[in-house]
């Protein structure tokens, strides 16, 4: 007698969707079996977010069907989702940081009593929850207090007191440390042990290759291919995403630095006041900065920016001193700053690739002194879209329509519209695809070689390593040393980093 297998807890046959000039999904399959930890993966406009999207209720698609346990459903709302089971938790978590944990748990769902909302029981239900992902908080504290780490554990618990069978996580890990994200792992490795399914969406493979049961791929929509366990590497991955070999990924070439653009002396912060920064960045060099997290790497950029005041010392860019009490002051002498947190810093999500890039050079381009040029505006979008191929249907797309690789792209267009001498960049490929990031790799590197100086925060080991022609190393605030090209290691990074300060 021949035993019919048991369907996948989860199936999507044929999903397609659609948006204003863009394809984000066509004819896509996914299947989720029980107790599976299912890695999602492919480029920034791939059709990852768009499917994930679909079933957890936020969008409907356009064609195809989900199946849970083999039978047909239509999941019409975020709420028939949770119903289902299925539960996703955003890159940007959700909780309502002047709420306590307990009522965040529970928030829109209350249990009442007599008409009243049941404190108790949210205490005792959340605790129960709590425990599952290994939480040690009251249900009293306010989320706005914990960690990221500890408030992304909260967002789980919320799940899993609907009764979670499927959690999607997307880059659940991109704002945590090291420390954190550990203990992440063990939480969906104990939820993988007692029957969960997890969709695990991330651009860092390292974590895919150590946490997947199989991985999914997606490129330009589609589906591009499927790696089981025992398939799963960082080349296999690398070349089902961007659908060629890439090789040399930090493409570095020889070339002698210039003179010195931008030098900062005895310069504090008003983050870190006590602490003293000095150093130089010289034209054609990229120059790192390393640290952990609350090293005051990004506070130091938005000192250099004139987004906060300097609380002392001196600023030089091409050996003259500047005042830099605006971001303003920052931009009339030829810096340029790409912030960390693109969406809420870098862009206007809801304007246009074209206003967007021109957002920049309003002053530069007014004609008579008070109108804006449109013909400078389209110039100028059409040039940096050309030059940093930015994928998007024309110059008057709406920027949240891009996926986050051409997003950070026209924040970068932004600014090399204005032609910089000094190019800042805090975390310039975070939340970044493996092609997306190789691109932005090479443009620094042309920049380097045009004569531009580039200084960058970033808190990937590989992209320091790889790409800094020197490193300077931050701890609580201080520059604990300095690393030319050849003395880069990990090592040497984290010793740095740690607070162990340089001979030199």
């Given at each position: ?9 989860l199936s999507?046959?044929h ?5 204003p000039?863009v394809r984000?999904?066509h004819?896509v ?5 029980t107790g599976e930890?299912?890695?999602v993966?492919?480029e920034?406009?791939a059709?990852k977010?768009t499917?994930?999207?679909?079933l957890a209720g936020v969008?409907m698609p ?5 199946r ?5 459903v239509v999941i019409?709302?975020v709420?028939?989702a949770l119903?289902?089971?299925i539960?996703l938790?955003?890159?940007e978590?959700?909780?309502s940081?002047n709420?306590?944990v307990?009522?965040?748990i529970?928030?829109?769902?209350e249990p009442r009593?007599f008409?009243l909302i049941?404190?108790?029981r949210?205490?005792?239900e959340?605790?129960r929850?709590l ?15 914990l960690s990221?780490?500890r408030?992304q ?8 007191s609907v009764d979670a069978r499927v959690?999607i ?5 991109s704002?945590?440390?090291?420390g ?6 063990e939480?969906?490795?104990d939820?993988?042990?007692r029957?969960v399914s997890l969709?695990?969406i ?5 974590e895919?290759?150590e946490?997947a ?10 589906n591009a291919?499927?790696?089981?366990r ?11 995403m961007?659908?060629?070999d890439v090789s040399q990924?930090?493409?570095r070439r ?11 002396d ?8 006590e ?7 010289r034209?054609g060099e990229?120059?790192?900065i390393a640290?952990?997290?609350g090293?005051?790497?990004t506070e ?5 920016f004139?987004i906060?005041?300097a609380a002392?010392?001196?600023v030089r860019?091409?050996?003259r001193?500047?005042?830099l ?6 931009i009339?002498?030829g ?6 947190d693109r969406?809420a810093e870098g862009?206007?999500t809801?304007?246009s690739?074209?206003a967007n ?7 530069r381009?007014r004609?008579l002194?008070?109108f804006?040029s ?7 979008s059409?040039?940096?879209i050309?030059?940093l ?10 920027v949240r329509f ?6 950070q792209k ?5 600014w ?7 190019l800042l960049l805090?975390?310039?490929?975070r939340?970044?695809d493996?092609g997306?990031k ?9 920049l ?5 100086a580039v ?5 990937e ?5 790889g790409?800094?022609d020197?490193l300077l190393?931050m701890?609580?605030?201080r ?14 990074v ?5 607070g ?5």
């Amino acid at each position: 007698m021949t035993t019919v297998p048991e369907p996948p807890l989860l199936s999507v046959r044929h999903a397609g969707k659609r948006f204003p000039g863009v394809r984000a999904l066509h004819d896509v399959d996914l299947t989720l079996h029980t107790g599976e930890v299912l890695a999602v993966i492919g480029e920034n406009g791939a059709g990852k977010s768009t499917l994930m999207k679909i079933l957890a209720g936020v969008q409907m698609p356009d064609e195809g069907e989900v199946r849970l346990n083999g039978a047909p459903v239509v999941i019409d709302s975020v709420h028939t989702a949770l119903e289902h089971g299925i539960a996703l938790i955003h890159q940007e978590l959700n909780l309502s940081g002047n709420l306590d944990v307990g009522a965040n748990i529970f928030l829109g769902r209350e249990p009442r009593r007599f008409g009243l909302i049941d404190k108790p029981r949210i205490r005792e239900e959340s605790r129960r929850v709590l425990d599952l992902v290994g939480l040690d908080v009251s249900p009293d504290t306010i989320a706005g207090t914990l960690s990221l780490g500890r408030q992304q554990l909260v967002e789980i618990a919320k799940a899993l007191s609907v009764d979670a069978r499927v959690l999607i996580m997307d880059e659940p890990t991109s704002s945590l440390s090291q420390g954190e994200a550990e203990r992440l792992f063990e939480v969906i490795r104990d939820l993988r042990s007692r029957g969960v399914s997890l969709i695990y969406i991330s651009h860092r493979l390292g974590e895919v290759q150590e946490l997947a049961d199989r991985v999914c791929v997606l490129r330009d929509g589609e589906n591009a291919g499927e790696l089981s366990r025992d398939e799963i590497t960082h080349d296999a991955m690398v070349r089902l995403m961007v659908g060629r070999d890439v090789s040399q990924f930090y493409a570095r070439r020889p070339h002698t630095a210039g003179d010195v653009l931008l030098e900062a002396d005895r310069l504090r912060t008003p983050a870190y006041p006590e602490q003293e920064l000095s150093f130089q960045v010289r034209a054609g060099e990229i120059v790192g900065i390393a640290g952990l997290v609350g090293a005051g790497r990004t506070e130091l950029l938005r000192t250099l920016f004139g987004i906060d005041v300097a609380a002392g010392g001196e600023v030089r860019v091409a050996g003259r001193p500047v005042t830099l009490k605006h971001s303003r002051d920052a931009i009339d002498v030829g810096l340029a700053l790409v912030p960390e947190d693109r969406k809420a810093e870098g862009l206007v999500t809801e304007m246009s690739v074209r206003a967007n890039i021109s957002l920049a050079g309003l002053r530069r381009n007014r004609v008579l002194g008070l109108f804006r040029s449109a013909g400078a505006e389209q110039r100028d979008s059409e040039e940096m879209i050309g030059q940093l191929n930015i994928k998007t249907p024309s110059v008057e797309q709406i920027v949240r329509f891009l996926s986050g690789g051409n997003q950070q792209k026209v924040v970068l267009g932004k600014w090399l519209s204005m032609s910089p001498r000094v190019l800042l960049l805090d975390e310039p490929t975070r939340g970044i695809d493996v092609g997306a990031k190789q691109e932005i790799y090479t443009l620094m590197e042309t920049l380097a070689e045009q004569g531009v100086a580039v200084l960058f925060v970033s808190s990937e080991m590989e992209e320091i390593l790889g790409m800094s022609d020197r490193l300077l190393v931050m701890h609580e605030g201080r520059i604990t040393g300095e690393l030319s090209r050849d003395q880069l290691s990990e090592q040497a990074v984290m010793h740095l980093a740690t607070g162990e300060v340089s001979a030199a």
